[in-house]
């Protein structure tokens, strides 16, 4: 079973409006809201592609209730430990007249040692046969060092990890063999204590550094330049489709979803890259996540490249 894990999920507000201005009513255009929260919109994926998996996670209030009850509707099984404040409510707002969007992410609700405790109980029951794809920030009250716990609990019970998440304590998961880790171009660099981005070829070199210390397998989101794809064999790179962006907020959840469910069926590498590539750009073009319906045309954009083969 590929379980995914979301330790800060949130109800997304997308807000068109035509201009916004101080101290008045801004009446909207329209306005949708949207379950999310980066491990929910890989389980929305993944189910989408036909492969079942549970969410897990912590959260509490109404807007989880709502979250729970998407989930249900979707079919997508779901088992999240529950807290006293209320799961958080973000808001973006795209103000037409500026072509500008405003993005309010709010921290999310407060989280005790009693519940960090519970969720790492449910972690103790996965094994070998099991896929553990943890997604996003942390509430208030969980420490980044909780990805060190869950990476030996991975390494005990066997089951492959993922992990998508911007804290450097990433680095430290390493020695317990991660199965992907898929960091975008910007938290690589700052995990190598870099202030900008560097080029390709270093780009390349961090990724390969992650392989050397025990990752196994690294997906790199360049945002609109596309992807990098390295394991211990070979380093792919794809490019980004073209289209009119929409929204960006779940196209790294959606690259994410799309290959590590090609990985699970055993899709070849460089088809994996393009198809994962191609659904994150449809993601990007609309107000939520792909339905992979127009993923093939898109696919037609993307060339995947063999950059390298290790030992030859």
Same mark, same amino acid.
């Given at each position: 079973?590929?379980?995914?894990?979301?330790?800060?999920?949130?109800?997304? &507000?997308?807000? $068109? /409006?035509?201009?916004?201005?101080?101290?008045?009513?801004? !009446?909207?255009?329209? *306005?949708? #809201?949207?379950? =999310?929260?980066?491990?929910?919109?890989?389980?929305?994926?993944?189910?989408?592609?036909?492969?079942?998996?549970?969410?897990?996670?912590?959260?509490?209030?109404?807007?989880?209730?709502?979250?729970?009850?998407?989930?249900?509707?979707?079919?997508?099984?779901?088992?999240?430990?529950?807290?006293?404040?209320?799961?958080?409510?973000?808001?973006?707002?795209?103000?037409?007249?500026?072509?500008?969007?405003?993005?309010?992410?709010?921290?999310?609700?407060?989280?005790?040692?009693?519940?960090?405790?519970?969720?790492?109980?449910?972690?103790?029951?996965?094994?070998?046969?099991?896929?553990?794809?943890?997604?996003?920030?942390?509430?208030?009250?969980?420490?980044?060092?909780?990805?060190?716990?869950?990476?030996?609990?991975?390494?005990?019970?066997?089951?492959? &990890?993922?992990? $998508? /998440?911007?804290?450097?304590?990433?680095?430290?998961?390493? !020695?317990?063999?991660? *199965?992907? #880790?898929?960091? =975008?171009?910007?938290?690589?660099?700052?995990?190598?204590?870099?202030?900008?981005?560097?080029?390709?070829?270093?780009?390349?070199?961090?990724?390969?550094?992650?392989?050397?210390?025990?990752?196994?397998?690294?997906?790199?989101?360049?945002?609109?330049?596309?992807?990098?794809?390295?394991?211990?064999?070979?380093?792919?790179?794809?490019?980004?489709?073209?289209?009119?962006?929409?929204?960006?907020?779940?196209?790294?959840?959606?690259?994410?979803?799309?290959?590590?469910?090609?990985?699970?069926?055993?899709?070849?590498?460089?088809?994996?890259?393009?198809?994962?590539?191609?659904?994150?750009?449809?993601?990007?073009?609309?107000?939520?996540?792909?339905?992979?319906?127009?993923?093939?045309?898109?696919?037609?954009?993307?060339?995947?490249?063999?950059?390298?083969?290790?030992?030859?």
């Amino acid at each position: 079973m590929i379980y995914t894990l979301t330790l800060n999920p949130a109800i997304d &507000l997308f807000i $068109d /409006t035509k201009t916004m201005q101080p101290n008045v009513v801004n !009446r909207t255009e329209s *306005y949708d #809201i949207q379950a =999310n929260g980066k491990g929910v919109n890989v389980s929305f994926i993944l189910k989408r592609l036909g492969i079942e998996n549970k969410a897990l996670g912590i959260g509490g209030g109404f807007t989880l209730n709502y979250i729970e009850e998407v989930l249900d509707q979707a079919e997508i099984a779901n088992d999240f430990v529950h807290v006293k404040d209320p799961t958080r409510i973000n808001v973006f707002t795209r103000v037409q007249d500026e072509n500008q969007e405003y993005k309010l992410v709010n921290k999310g609700p407060k989280t005790d040692a009693s519940q960090i405790e519970q969720l790492l109980t449910k972690l103790r029951q996965l094994n070998q046969n099991d896929v553990l794809s943890l997604s996003g920030s942390f509430s208030e009250g969980i420490k980044p060092d909780i990805l060190v716990e869950i990476a030996k609990i991975a390494e005990i019970n066997h089951f492959k &990890l993922v992990l $998508d /998440t911007s804290y450097s304590e990433v680095m430290d998961t390493l !020695r317990y063999r991660p *199965y992907l #880790i898929k960091p =975008n171009d910007h938290e690589l660099s700052s995990w190598f204590g870099l202030d900008q981005v560097p080029g390709r070829e270093k780009l390349i070199a961090m990724g390969e550094t992650l392989i050397k210390r025990g990752a196994r397998n690294v997906l790199i989101s360049l945002g609109s330049e596309g992807a990098l794809f390295i394991n211990d064999t070979e380093v792919l790179y794809g490019n980004a489709a073209k289209g009119e962006v929409v929204n960006t907020a779940g196209s790294g959840d959606t690259m994410l979803g799309a290959f590590l469910g090609g990985l699970i069926v055993g899709l070849d590498g460089q088809a994996n890259l393009k198809r994962a590539l191609a659904a994150g750009s449809d993601t990007a073009f609309q107000s939520w996540i792909t339905d992979f319906k127009n993923v093939p045309n898109l696919e037609a954009q993307i060339q995947i490249q063999l950059i390298e083969e290790w030992g030859k």
